[in-house]
């Protein structure tokens, strides 16, 4: 009978789950609603119902389900899953007994933070096949981070290692939803990058993107990017800009063989990583920049699972 290893990704509108072969096939893949705004014990049931529907897959499929694992936001005390750090995706989800959750259904679960997840599915199955060190980027409404060091996740101390989002890019700069001031995330997530286009705006009156000015969305700003917008160019050079003089420090700290960006901003196309791309080796040392990559992550939305997924079969999780 064929084995299969069960992923979860816990995000705060979706669960997205699927399961998945040793050599990377996927088996079976769906997508159901977190409802975040409810409350943990409902994140926590939809949690339990997504890997019920798992089960059920495997036996239809006539497979054998090896294993659990689920990427969750926060903070994750690895391999138990207690969540021990902020998640403001999911208001009331720290304190959370991940794996006590799957324990009271008798499952045996490995869980670990969404980024490191998403980075582990990259590394063995998408962008970063074949590399030793990498470091992985989800970008959108939050920046999620992960680093790969000679194949093994780097989680940190107290599990709180890849909080890129949360590094000081402005001293005393604007304020963060972490309630900090000046972080990465703050001028360069989605949010951001929709604040700075409303006011780039206010030079272009004939940008077509005013007449969306009060329901303006990040694809819309992409798609005027592309075609040229002056308005959208200036906005997305601008995150460029900041977002590769943040990366190129850390390529400074870290020296790795890749960086993987993902996430919706990487949905503005190459023409955006390219300026990444320039500013990281304007900011980068010569000797840590020589023979880097900067690349698109290629799994997408499926990252995440299949990076949890992966927890329970491969030695570079632990």
Request: charged share 20%.
């Amino acid at each position: 009978m064929k084995k299969v290893y069960a992923g979860i990704d816990l995000g705060g509108s979706y669960i997205k789950a699927g399961l998945l072969t040793a050599g990377g096939k996927r088996v079976s893949s769906f997508k159901i609603l977190s409802e975040a705004g409810s409350g943990p014990k409902t994140v926590a049931k939809n949690l339990l119902l997504a890997a019920e529907k798992l089960v059920f897959l495997a036996g239809k499929n006539k497979t054998k389900l090896c294993g659990f694992g689920v990427g969750s936001p926060g903070t994750i005390r690895y391999p138990d899953g207690i969540v021990t750090g902020s998640s403001p995706n999911i208001p009331g989800w720290v304190g959370t007994n991940i794996g006590g959750l799957f324990g009271s259904r008798g499952l045996e679960v490995k869980v670990d933070n969404d980024a490191n997840c998403m980075a582990l599915g990259e590394y063995l199955f998408g962008a970063g096949r074949g590399t030793k060190s990498g470091f992985y980027l989800t970008i959108g409404t939050g920046i999620g981070c992960a680093f790969i060091n000679n194949g093994r996740l780097m989680r940190g101390s107290n599990y709180a290692a890849g909080e890129f989002g949360h590094i000081v890019l402005k001293y005393n700069g604007k304020r963060c939803k972490c309630g900090r001031r000046g972080c990465v995330e703050a001028y360069t997530a989605v949010p951001a990058l929709i604040h700075s286009t409303k006011n780039i705006l206010k030079k272009y009156d004939k940008s077509p993107l005013k007449k969306n000015l009060n329901d303006l969305a990040p694809m819309t700003i992409f798609e005027a990017f592309k075609k040229g917008d002056k308005a959208a160019t200036e906005a997305i050079s601008l995150n460029a800009k900041m977002l590769g003089t943040a990366i190129g420090s850390v390529v400074n700290l870290l020296n790795p063989e890749i960086v993987v960006i993902g996430g919706g901003l990487a949905q503005a196309g190459k023409k955006y990583i390219d300026k990444i791309r320039k500013i990281i080796f304007e900011f980068a040392f010569d000797s840590a920049a020589e023979n880097l990559r900067i690349i698109s992550a290629q799994l997408g939305n499926n990252a995440g699972w299949i990076g949890a997924a992966c927890m329970n079969f491969d030695k570079n999780s632990g």
